[in-house]
């Protein structure tokens, strides 16, 4: 098989990177040689992942996005049946597949229950299986997926994330501010240790609920002229999580958590919509090159203009 091109870092006309891997150096080396068809660097990252289980499912999610890593996932299982490291590869590259319709669901969870039988401690086939049922290619109940993933990590960011925009879409004909992912994310962040960055999944949670109610035509499709953020509740949370970016955010990367950026892009978003400049600048600013399409493209905006317009709008430049 030919290799295809390296994936490298995806543009936007020359605007903002969304790259996937955010500010992990290391994945982004690997990704190239994985999309060369190179599996074997893929094999010792993941091993020295170990089971750092939210590094791990975005290292594994991040791999399966590569060209044709289906069949290079495939080749490393042939050449290594019992890993499941190249088990647990081939489920995620298939899961996110099946889910933008390009692969059959069914097969998708049959590879997701095999990788999950070969190492019964790792979330991450759940966390594949999670992507699926939310995206709505499966009729499986997703929270069945996430107490699967909280019983072996109960922390799991990336988890916690596709719950909240699963609650997120029910009841969008109106906006309820007792909506069940309000409370959803509240108990997460109440059940979290101090330092753990699900204290902002109210934040992801307040975006998640704007798209949908966006979406269905309740609010404006301009976040900005929604006033999805100025509310009491919207205030309090935001508060809550600048301040706890200002107390436990971590400038040394490789203590950071490896999603951590896109909380941050989140949170940026959230606090220019409130209206917040110099806090969205300076979040901005931390956040640099490693930015996330969402909440940017909420409802079904470009993310890459409307981050360009939101970099002129709180630091004066793009």
Request: hydrophobic residues 45%.
């Amino acid at each position: 098989m030919t290799p295809p091109r390296p994936l490298g870092r995806s543009r936007l006309g020359g605007g903002p990177a969304f790259d996937p891997a955010l500010d992990d150096a290391e994945l982004v080396t690997v990704r190239d040689e994985l999309a060369r068809g190179r599996w074997a660097e893929a094999r010792r990252l993941l091993a020295d992942t170990g089971d750092d289980w939210d590094r791990r499912g975005h290292r594994l999610l991040v791999l399966g996005q590569v060209t044709a890593g289906i069949a290079w996932s495939r080749e490393w299982q042939l050449a290594e049946p019992d890993s499941a490291d190249a088990a647990a590869l081939l489920a995620c590259a298939t899961a996110q597949q099946a889910a933008r319709r390009r692969e059959d669901p069914e097969r998708a969870r049959a590879l997701c229950a095999a990788a999950a039988r070969m190492a019964p401690l790792d979330p991450t086939p759940w966390l594949a299986l999670l992507l699926l049922a939310h995206s709505g290619a499966t009729d499986d109940e997703p929270a069945r997926h996430f107490g699967q993933i909280r019983a072996r990590h109960a922390e799991h960011h990336h988890a916690h994330h596709l719950m909240a925009a699963s609650l997120a879409r029910h009841k969008a004909d109106h906006d309820d501010p007792l909506h069940e992912v309000y409370d959803f994310a509240a108990w997460a962040a109440e059940q979290a240790p101090a330092d753990s960055p699900l204290a902002l999944l109210p934040v992801v949670a307040h975006a998640e609920r704007y798209r949908a109610l966006a979406r269905a035509g309740v609010l404006p499709r301009d976040p900005a002229a929604s006033g999805h953020w100025a509310g009491r509740r919207a205030r309090q949370v935001l508060r809550a999580a600048f301040d706890w970016w200002l107390e436990w955010d971590i400038d040394d990367t490789s203590g950071a958590h490896p999603r951590h950026k896109v909380d941050l892009n989140y949170l940026a978003h959230a606090k220019l919509n409130e209206g917040r400049l110099a806090e969205a600048a300076a979040l901005l600013i931390r956040i640099g090159p490693h930015v996330t399409r969402a909440p940017w493209s909420y409802p079904d905006r470009d993310p890459g203009k409307a981050l360009r317009a939101a970099r002129r709008t709180a630091l004066g430049s793009r």
